[in-house]
T-cell receptor, first 115, second 114 residues
């Protein structure tokens, strides 16, 4: 089955600096890669996603890049703010048929933005 | 976006009792729902895939007789933790797939077994 690895497990940055979180996946058939932000005791919130036919996607301060050949994708947060502090999870999903629609999550990154 | 609700949000029970958790898609029909378990400071681990009108598909290591899943309608899936023990204490989250890539998550249920 799919295996998703995420690094780093913890990340501290100064307010205003950038943060980068990286993930790798093992299944070349995976074609959808969402990123989630989860605050303590809350549900995961989708912050950005990318499909395998796109190399980069940006939404204001958040961007995601995908390298299909190397099977890795990254989350970039610029101009970080204290409210960006949370746990971030990457995930991968296969095609829309059968059990391949499952999400496989990375292990998570605790991001702390220091004021 | 689509809305998924979960009930209850918190439950405390005694060891040996059973607990039922409901997951509802409020504004869309979901033929497929997923159940996850999340222990403190860990990632979401898929427990099972719930399919409307058919048996759930369980992930390796998840006991189907202990975690009963029923997906009787296109808007409701239930997870029953039978004979709960303290090691079952966790955050249980469901999600629903309205047909597109994006999964919509419920708010989660914090289960504490005494």
């Amino acid at each position: 089955g799919e295996n998703v690895e995420q690094h780093p497990s913890t990340l501290s940055v100064q307010e205003g600096d950038s943060a980068v979180i990286k993930c790798t996946y093992s299944d070349s058939a995976s074609n959808y890669f969402p990123w989630y932000k989860q605050e303590l005791g809350k549900r995961p919130q989708l912050i950005i996603d990318i499909r395998s036919n796109v190399g980069e996607k940006k939404d204001q301060r958040i961007a995601v890049t995908l390298n299909k050949t190397a099977k890795h994708f990254s989350l970039h947060i610029t101009e970080t703010q204290p409210e960006d502090s949370a746990v971030y999870f990457c995930a991968s999903q296969g095609s829309l048929s059968g059990s391949a629609r499952q999400l496989t999550f990375g292990s998570g990154t605790q991001l702390t933005v220091l004021p | 976006g689509a809305v998924v609700s979960q009930h209850p949000s918190r439950v405390i029970c005694k060891s040996g009792t059973s607990v039922k958790i409901e997951c509802r898609s409020l504004d869309f029909q979901a033929t497929t729902m997923f159940w996850y378990r999340q222990f403190p400071k860990q990632s979401l681990m898929l427990m099972a895939t719930s399919n409307e009108g058919s048996k759930a598909t369980y992930e390796q290591g998840v006991e189907k007789d202990k975690f009963l899943i029923n997906h009787a309608s296109l808007t409701l899936s239930t997870l029953t933790v039978t004979s709960a023990h303290p090691e079952d204490s966790s955050f249980y989250i469901c999600s629903a797939l309205p047909g597109r890539n994006e999964q919509f998550f419920g708010p989660g249920t914090r289960l504490t077994v005494l």
